[in-house]
T-cell receptor, first 111, second 115 residues
Framework: ETGVTQSPTHLIKTRGQQVTLRCSSQSGHNTVSWYQQALGQGPQFIFQYYREEENGRGNFPPRFSGLQFPNYSSELNVNALELDDSALYLC??????????FGPGTRLLVL | DQQVKQNSPSLSVQEGRISILNCDYTNSMFDYFLWYKKYPAEGPTFLISISSIKDKNEDGRFTVFLNKSAKHLSLHIVPSQPGDSAVYFCAASGSISGGYNKLIFGAGTRLAVHP
């Protein structure tokens, strides 16, 4: 059984640019959640997708957006990057309302 | 306002002894709690969970205790092994957090198990 995978592993962008991060969910999972983990903090919930629809959102501005595809993989898009967006972005997949399993994350650095 | 708090940023324990990691939460509407372990350059790995209808859940060397009146949970690792050295995150969820799949995490405790 393949676990959760994320790409790319690392990324460097400059302020104002746009970025797309990708996540492939674990086999049999239909829900994907995205989290941002800043240095020295715990992961913070960005949003969740269930059956291709957004199903809950945390305190993140609209320039953070996402998609879920029919195969349940997902993308996180961030527009107009700011320095504070530098963080580890984690994707977690699950069956609805069951335990979430995390991918290895994408480390984003905004210069 | 931090709803889930892990007040000890680090803990050092000798191999073979017990490790106790603590977590406090502020909202009594949380009703499901989880512990994750994270190694550098990896994502968090699920360890163990507990529902608010229980006060203890055990899985091998790992036991989670929940004290609802104190809004406190703890993770016990017995015996501790060097491979347990990692950052441990406590997380909570429930209808108050927007659904059972929206996890609210603490800041983590770095556990170091030394020989």
């Amino acid at each position: 059984e393949t676990g959760v995978t994320q790409s790319p592993t690392h990324l460097i962008k400059t302020r104002g640019q746009q970025v797309t991060l990708r996540c492939s969910s674990q086999s049999g999972h239909n829900t994907v959640s995205w989290y941002q983990q800043a240095l020295g903090q715990g992961p913070q919930f960005i949003f969740q997708y269930y059956r291709e629809e957004e199903n809950g959102r945390g305190n993140f501005p609209p320039r953070f957006s996402g998609l879920q595809f029919p195969n349940y993989s997902s993308e996180l898009n961030v527009n107009a990057l700011e320095l504070d967006d530098s963080a580890l972005y984690l994707c977690a997949s699950s069956r609805q309302q069951e335990t979430q399993y995390f991918g290895p994350g994408t480390r984003l650095l905004v210069l | 306002d931090q709803q889930v708090k892990q007040n000890s940023p680090s803990l050092s324990v000798q191999e073979g002894r017990i490790s106790i990691l603590n977590c406090d939460y502020t909202n009594s509407m949380f009703d499901y709690f989880l512990w994750y372990k994270k190694y550098p350059a990896e994502g968090p790995t699920f360890l163990i969970s507990i529902s608010s209808i229980k006060d203890k859940n055990e899985d091998g060397r790992f036991t989670v205790f929940l004290n609802k009146s104190a809004k406190h949970l703890s993770l016990h690792i017995v015996p501790s092994q060097p491979g347990d050295s990692a950052v441990y995150f406590c997380a909570a969820s429930g209808s108050i957090s927007g659904g059972y799949n929206k996890l609210i995490f603490g800041a983590g405790t770095r556990l170091a198990v030394h020989p």
